[in-house]
C-alpha cells in the first residue's frame, strides 16, 4: 500500500474507538475530537517512524490521551457542551460513571481506562503511562475503589468495563459531530506543516536582518572628537596624580618664605 492508504486504513479503524475512549477520559465529544485529530495529525508527520512502529494504534492512542488531558485543556470548559452532553447521556448510571471518572486524578483515570476499559495487562498499561508496574497497579486499586465507592454496581472490573462500553457509545451516537474523513486531516496536516515552516523561515530572516545590522553599525574603536577652534585642549588631571607648584620660580627643597628661623635651623649630630 502507499503511505495515503496505510495511513486511511490505521485512521478509518481507531479514529472511532478512539473518540469514544477519549471522551471518558475528558467528559467532552469536541475535545475528544480535537485530541484525535491532532493525534492523527502529528502520526501523519512522522509517518515513517509510524508506520515501522510494532503498534501502531498504541502510539496514536497515547498521543491522543497526552493531547486531551494536558492540563491548559483540561481547563477549557464549554457550557453548551456540558449542557449537550447531560442531554444525551440521561442514564443515571452513565451519569454516575462520568462523575465518578471525572474525579479521579488524570493519571488514575488514564490508567483506569487501559486496564479495565481496553484490556490491557499491567505491564502493557504501566508501559503506556510511562510508569512502572507497581506504580500502575497502586493507580488502579485507587481508581477503582474511588469509582466503586461513587456507585457500587461498578465495583465489578467487568460490568465496569461494560458500562464504560456503553457509555461512550452512548455519547458519541450519530447526532454528534464525526470525525473527519483521511483525506480531510492529511490535508490539514500538511497545511499545518507549511505554515510551521514558513514561520520558521519568517523568524529565522528577522533574526538574521538584525544580527547583520548589529554587526554593520557597531563602534569597533574610539575617536576622540576634535577640539573647538580657537581653545586648546584640556587634558584632564590623572586621579592622585600632584598637582603643579605654586608660586613661580618655586624650586624643589626650598623653603617657603616667611618660614620662622627655628624651623630653617639645622640640629647638628652630636656624637655618642
Known sequence: MTPEEAF????????????????????RHALALES???????????WPEVALDPDPPSWVRAAAYDHALSPWRRRRRCRREERAWAAIVSSPADLALLAAL????????RTLLLHDG?????PGT???????????????RYAREAVAAASPEFGDPGTLRLRMAETARAATSTTRPRPPRPPVVRRRAERVA????????????VLGTLVT??????????????APEGE?????????????????????????????????????????
Not at 479521579?104 to 483515570?109: E, I, K
Open 8 to 27: 486511511d486504513e490505521l485512521y478509518a479503524s481507531c479514529a472511532p474507538t478512539l473518540v469514544r475512549q477519549t471522551y471518558l477520559l475528558t467528559g
Open 213 to 226: 545590522t548589529g554587526l554593520v553599525t557597531a563602534v569597533t574603536r574610539y575617536e576622540q572628537p576634535p
Open 126 to 140: 504501566a508501559a503506556e503511562t510511562e510508569a512502572s508496574t507497581a506504580a500502575a497497579t497502586a493507580r488502579l
Open 102 to 109: 471525572a474525579a479521579l486524578p488524570p493519571r488514575h483515570r
Open 194 to 205: 507549511r505554515w510551521w515552516t514558513g514561520a520558521a523561515v519568517a523568524v529565522a530572516a
Open 118 to 122: 481496553l484490556g490491557l495487562d499491567l
Open 36 to 46: 484525535v485529530e491532532r493525534a492523527f495529525r502529528h502520526a501523519w508527520h512522522r
Open 232 to 272: 586648546r585642549a584640556r587634558v584632564a588631571p590623572v586621579p592622585g596624580a600632584p598637582g603643579p607648584s605654586s608660586g613661580a620660580g618655586r624650586t624643589r627643597g626650598a623653603e617657603p618664605e616667611g618660614a620662622p628661623d627655628a624651623e630653617r635651623a639645622r640640629v647638628p649630630p652630636q656624637a655618642g
